[in-house]
């Protein structure tokens, strides 16, 4: 007799909607690795709302995860975010965000919720592309790459995204690629129990768009086999030289500060300093 076996995070999922994105796009795997994260964590869902923007990863938390979700206007997760949790305290706010959506017209609302230090958890799916809008060059994609708005190559240096929040005050700071799965849970787990603002840099497959437009490596597999021959982790890239580490991925957990005033706290504090005059 056949007994039918549930998968262990559908507890989570809105039964009714199905996933819509591309054949081999990393979103899967992220989506995995924060939902084991939460689970092993034991959180309560409902405690735990998502805010994601417009882009690919935007689909990840909306509308698929059962809790709440605020699914915001392009490049503004980071500041919808920062009024959740500063309307709702003890919610666990966790932002889904590509690299376009927080490093182009987010940018601002990043370095911003990273000097505040405010308690909110931002992954970011960097795929190094525009991908949802035909493969456009975005501010993290890497130089001389030809796309459909640089058919002649990209003559513009691309943002380091780990470097920028920690420049920014960010006070976790991970890098993982889609290949390190169980690292990149991990992180996630830390990130969302750490008092202070976290960002989560994950690099993603695309093979639609850039597979098809930069790296002419059209299928996830050997995308993710790239991640693995490329990445280097930071304990081991400390010790290399500038040269060694061209075209390489440093992955790990790069910043991690404890005891930084945090944004609502210090709301909180000024409250009660306000009250006593």
Same mark, same amino acid.
């Given at each position: 007799?056949?007994?039918?076996?549930?998968?262990?995070?559908?507890?989570?999922?809105? &039964? $009714?909607?199905?996933?819509?994105?591309?054949?081999?796009?990393?979103?899967?795997?992220?989506?995995?690795s924060? #939902?084991?994260?939460?689970? $092993? #964590? &034991?959180?309560?869902?409902?405690?735990?709302?998502f805010?994601?923007? /417009?882009?690919?990863?935007?689909?990840? *938390?909306?509308?698929?995860?059962?809790?709440?979700?605020?699914?915001? !206007?392009?490049?503004?997760?980071?500041?919808?975010? !920062?009024?959740?949790?500063?309307?709702?305290?003890?919610?666990?706010?966790?932002?889904?965000?590509?690299?376009?959506?927080?490093?182009?017209?987010g940018?601002n609302?990043?370095?911003?919720a990273?000097?505040?230090n405010?308690?909110?958890?931002?992954?970011?799916?960097?795929?190094? /592309?525009?991908?949802?809008?035909?493969?456009?060059?975005?501010?993290?994609?890497?130089?001389d790459?030809?796309?459909?708005? !640089?058919?002649?190559?990209?003559?513009?240096? *691309?943002?380091?995204?780990?470097s920028?929040?920690?420049?920014?005050?960010?006070?976790?700071?991970?890098r993982?690629?889609?290949?390190?799965?169980?690292?990149?849970?991990?992180?996630?787990?830390k990130?969302?129990?750490?008092?202070?603002?976290?960002?989560?840099?994950v690099?993603?497959?695309?093979?639609?768009?850039?597979?098809?437009?930069i790296?002419?490596?059209?299928?996830?597999?050997s995308m #993710?086999l790239d991640?693995k021959?490329y990445?280097?982790? @930071?304990s081991?890239?400390?010790?290399?030289?500038?040269?060694?580490?061209?075209?390489? @991925?440093?992955?790990?957990?790069?910043? $991690?500060?404890?005891?930084?005033?945090?944004l609502?706290?210090e709301?909180k504090? #000024?409250?009660?300093?306000?009250?006593?005059?």
């Amino acid at each position: 007799m056949e007994r039918a076996v549930e998968h262990p995070l559908k507890k989570y999922f809105r &039964g $009714e909607i199905n996933y819509t994105t591309c054949p081999g796009c990393g979103n899967g795997i992220i989506s995995q690795s924060i #939902l084991r994260a939460i689970d $092993e #964590l &034991g959180l309560n869902f409902d405690d735990v709302a998502f805010v994601s923007g /417009i882009g690919c990863s935007g689909w990840i *938390p909306s509308p698929s995860f059962n809790t709440d979700l605020l699914h915001v !206007t392009h490049g503004r997760s980071a500041a919808f975010a !920062t009024g959740l949790k500063l309307a709702v305290p003890k919610m666990k706010v966790i932002v889904c965000a590509g690299d376009g959506d927080t490093s182009a017209i987010g940018g601002n609302h990043l370095i911003h919720a990273a000097r505040r230090n405010i308690d909110l958890t931002l992954i970011c799916v960097n795929n190094q /592309i525009f991908g949802m809008t035909g493969g456009q060059v975005a501010p993290s994609t890497p130089y001389d790459s030809k796309t459909t708005t !640089t058919p002649y190559g990209s003559i513009e240096r *691309p943002f380091d995204l780990s470097s920028l929040a920690i420049a920014a005050g960010a006070t976790f700071v991970a890098r993982w690629t889609t290949y390190q799965v169980r690292p990149l849970k991990n992180s996630i787990k830390k990130a969302i129990m750490h008092k202070g603002f976290s960002f989560i840099e994950v690099v993603s497959q695309c093979p639609v768009q850039y597979g098809k437009v930069i790296s002419k490596r059209n299928n996830a597999v050997s995308m #993710l086999l790239d991640y693995k021959k490329y990445s280097v982790n @930071i304990s081991k890239a400390r010790s290399m030289s500038e040269e060694k580490l061209k075209d390489k @991925i440093i992955v790990g957990e790069l910043v $991690e500060k404890k005891n930084i005033p945090e944004l609502t706290d210090e709301i909180k504090r #000024l409250r009660k300093e306000a009250a006593r005059k």
